[in-house]
């Protein structure tokens, strides 16, 4: 038995979540809650960084962040689904799960200024960087979201910064770039996992 530490409400470990799903291995992986602000969870024993998510495997040993664990989930359970085999369209893939992860990154700094800072403390003009790169990032998604194609990870990686930026409300996404809702809708319908892995 594999051991996830994570949390529900994380996109990062909802994407390694529904990869398992995706690769049907969702039953060989338990998930164990884990915080990252806790200095007692057992989490920074894991992963001395105390970052989430980690996977520990049968042996003890421990794999993290979720890039890593994704790439061996696909190496040892996968064929190609989830990261493609073949070299070229495996980095093509990789770069745009990287733009994907960029902007589920920004979402996540945006919150994380508005929990570890009080107002008067907060920085206008980091946020204003980190909206920048959610701008843009965002807007170069939808010029190339043919190639968001489920369940490859590029397509899995946005739709839980998708899920991220609905649930925490950094951004009005569905307004301003309309073409993604459409989108996620039909990634909803080609991966079942992503409804049952919602908080």
Request: charged share 25%; glycine share 6%; with cysteine.
């Amino acid at each position: 038995m594999l051991t996830l530490y994570s949390s529900l409400t994380s996109p990062y470990g909802r994407k390694v979540r529904i990869v398992a799903d995706i690769l049907e291995i969702a039953d060989r992986i338990r998930v164990q809650h884990a915080s990252t602000v806790e200095p007692a969870d057992p989490l920074r024993q894991v992963n001395p960084l105390g970052k989430i998510p980690a996977l520990v495997l049968e042996d003890g040993t421990a794999l993290y962040d979720s890039r890593v664990i994704v790439d061996y989930l696909e190496t040892r359970f996968g064929s190609g689904r989830v990261i493609p085999r073949e070299t070229e369209a495996r980095f093509r893939q990789l770069t745009l799960a990287s733009l994907a992860e960029g902007i589920n990154d920004a979402l996540l700094l945006i919150t994380y200024e508005g929990r570890f800072r009080t107002p008067e403390q907060a920085s206008q003009v980091w946020l204003d960087h980190q909206y920048g790169k959610l701008r843009r990032g965002l807007s170069e998604v939808c010029t190339r979201l043919a190639a968001y194609d489920p369940p490859m990870i590029a397509s899995v990686t946005l739709a839980c910064a998708l899920g991220y930026a609905d649930w925490r409300g950094q951004i009005d996404w569905r307004r301003e770039y309309p073409q993604l809702a459409g989108w996620l809708e039909d990634f909803e319908t080609a991966v079942p996992a992503w409804r049952h892995t919602a908080v």
